[in-house]
Every structure is written in C-alpha cells, then in structure tokens.
C-alpha cells in the first residue's frame, strides 16, 4: 500500500463491483481500494471537498456522491 495511500479524514464507504470506495476529506479525494491486492488508487481530486460535506453510495453497477450540505445529488 505504501505511504502515499494513507488517509486523512475519512468521511464515507461505499461498495461496487467488488471495490471499496472512500470518500477522503482531508486529501480532498475519492479513493478505490481492491480488498484481494489491497491496492489503493486515487478515483477523483475533488478541491472544494473541504467546503462541503460528501457521502458515497453505491449499487451494483454505479457510484453516488452527494451532497447533504448542498442539498445535492452529484
């Protein structure tokens, strides 16, 4: 995993199609995790993560953002 896959601040989990989704406040990311490798990738930058609150969910086939403080589906 090494140390760029450390987190900070983690908000939020999600699972889809056999990944682990997390929505990392404090690097402003979302991030994948594969649990049989323990690889962690860098999904999306999102740079005004900090000003807002964002959860994650998921289905079967797709990933959610939302937005509680905006009142937002993303």
């Known amino acids: 995993i090494g140390a760029s896959a450390r987190f900070n601040r983690p908000s939020s989990i999600a699972y889809a199609a056999g990944y682990v989704y997390v929505v990392d406040e404090g690097t402003s990311r979302i991030r994948r995790i594969n649990p049989t490798s323990q690889a ?15 959860a994650i969910a998921a ?16």
């Open 40 to 54: 962690v990738t860098t999904v999306t930058l999102i740079p005004e993560l900090s000003s807002f609150q964002l």
């Open 59 to 74: 289905d079967a086939n797709h990933l959610y953002l939302t937005s509680p403080s905006a009142g937002a589906l993303l």
